[in-house]
């Protein structure tokens, strides 16, 4: 059971974060809370020792930093910015660089997409629909945590929590 848990915890909670994102451009805290809760406790149960874990929180805290700034320029939402910091303590130093490349890669897609398709009318049944008529809007930003949670599925299996309740 415990096995099943650890193995499922972070993609549903990163897939709440994808929705959550999309249908109402917000990534709650207390979903963050739960990343960094269930990471730290898996990590125990699994027997990743201090230094790791420490190195883990390290990548974090350096993504928050990163992220951060980039929250201060408006480049990205606060949310965005959080989700990016939880999902680096996850995933360490050692899987960081392909996390950030995948979720560059796909929010680039997701980003152009969502321009495009802002060109053109939306159709009036559509409009009548809160969140796609504000994802439809311009002056709307774009629900990046997609790509963000995205990004930190396709990584996650190669994660020595995983990997430790895979075996």
């Given at each position: 059971?415990?096995q099943?848990?650890a ?10 974060a994808?929705?959550?994102?999309l ?6 805290n ?15 149960i699994?027997?990743?020792?201090w ?8 990548a974090?805290g350096?993504?928050?930093m990163?992220?951060f700034a980039?929250?201060v ?7 965005d910015a959080?989700?990016?910091?939880a999902?680096?303590?996850w ?6 660089l ?9 929010g680039g ?10 060109r ?8 009548k629909?809160?969140w796609?008529?504000r994802?439809h ?14 990004a930190?599925?396709?990584v996650y299996p190669?994660?020595?929590?995983f ?5």
């Open positions: 059971m415990l099943s848990i193995l499922v915890i972070f993609p549903l909670l990163m897939a709440y994808a929705f959550s994102d249908f109402t451009m917000r990534i709650a207390w979903l963050i809370g739960l990343l960094v809760a269930g990471f730290l406790a898996l990590a125990l699994a027997g990743v020792d230094r790791d874990i420490g190195m883990h929180a390290a974090g350096l993504v928050l990163l992220a980039f929250f320029f408006n480049w990205i939402g606060g949310g959080k989700l990016v910091a999902t680096g303590l995933l360490g130093f050692g899987l960081l392909p996390y950030l490349i995948y979720a560059a890669l796909l897609a997701l980003t152009l997409a969502i321009v495009a398709l802002r053109f009318p939306l159709w009036p049944p559509l409009a629909v809160k796609i008529d994802l809007d311009a002056k709307s930003g774009v629900p990046y945590g997609i790509a963000l949670a995205i930190g599925l396709l190669e994660t020595e929590v990997q430790h309740f895979l075996a």
